[in-house]
């Protein structure tokens, strides 16, 4: 049997779509959780420690600890964030709201998440 030159060579079947990932900020959020309990049961001492024990820089370290200076709102917030969730919050972003008062951590982070972010200006007074 010849082959037809005119006809398409058949394609391989599509790879199959990736699962979606846990958004970064969940990731991080949890990876300073893990690092701030290697400190508070003194397996190390300080976040210049950290940084030798991960292999990354002290910078990199100091911001993604700092993450946990945010409203225990916003934390619960981000730790419920799904696979797939559209996510608006990322950590470059929230560094800076990390160093305010908590209140105004909150009016910042509805007011970046829009409308829906009632829920959070709501649990403000239960805090």
């Given amino acids: 049997m010849v082959s037809n030159p005119a006809k398409k060579p058949e394609r391989a079947p599509p790879k199959p779509p990736k699962p979606p990932e846990v958004p970064l900020i969940v990731r991080l959020l949890a990876l300073a959780r893990e690092w701030q309990g290697l400190i508070d049961r003194g397996e190390l001492r300080t976040q210049a420690e950290l940084a030798a024990h991960s292999g990354l820089h002290p910078y990199r370290v100091s911001n993604i600890l700092c993450l946990l200076r945010l409203h225990p709102v916003i934390l619960a917030h981000i730790a419920g964030l799904e696979a797939g969730t559209p996510n608006d919050l990322n950590e470059r972003w929230l560094r800076p709201i990390a160093r305010l008062p908590h209140a105004e951590q909150l009016a910042a982070v509805?007011?970046?998440?829009?409308?829906?972010?009632?829920?959070?200006?709501?649990e403000e007074g239960c805090g």
């Avoid at 007011?111 to 959070?120: E, I, K, N, T």
């Fill in 110 to 122: 509805a007011l970046r998440l829009g409308p829906g972010a009632a829920s959070l200006l709501s």
